[in-house]
């Protein structure tokens, strides 16, 4: 990962561990104060998470899934403390078997070396004027 700043790999690391469905790997990365956006097309949980408890909260929404996979395809650092990341997210449903396939468009904002927000956004476009605004 030459050429790739710290912050992106703050993001890199709080991606896979999200992934993992890692608690504490999760917990490790993140700001005891941060703030999780979800993203929109994610039935079932709040638009909203904050806190450690937040985290926590929110990883037991995927527990309805038998398989949730983000896999980091593009990061971008847009400022100094932001980088936006382009993802493929898999599912499958564990009652339905429904297989679910998105991609995602995430601001992360890094603070001392830990995830203060991550922010999930619809479009590319709206990802990058999101984060061009905390310029």
């Known amino acids: 990962m030459n050429g790739v700043s710290d912050n992106a790999r703050v993001a890199l690391k709080g991606a896979e561990a999200l ?19 979800t993203h929109p097309g994610f039935v079932g949980q709040e638009p909203v998470y904050r806190g450690h408890e937040g985290v ?13 996979r983000v896999e980091v395809e593009e990061l971008i650092d847009t400022s100094e403390d932001t980088v936006m990341t382009v993802s493929r997210v898999t599912a499958r449903g564990s009652g339905s ?5 998105l991609t995602t468009y995430d601001v992360v904002t890094v603070v001392g070396g830990k995830i203060r927000k991550r922010a999930h956004y619809e479009t590319r476009e709206d990802a990058l004027a999101a984060a061009r605004s905390k310029e």
């Open 19 to 37: 992934s993992d469905r890692d608690l504490e790997a999760v917990l490790e990365v993140a700001d005891p104060d941060i703030e999780f956006v």
């Open 56 to 68: 926590r909260r929110w990883l037991k929404t995927l527990e309805p899934w038998e398989s949730f």
């Open 97 to 101: 078997g429904v297989d679910v396939e």
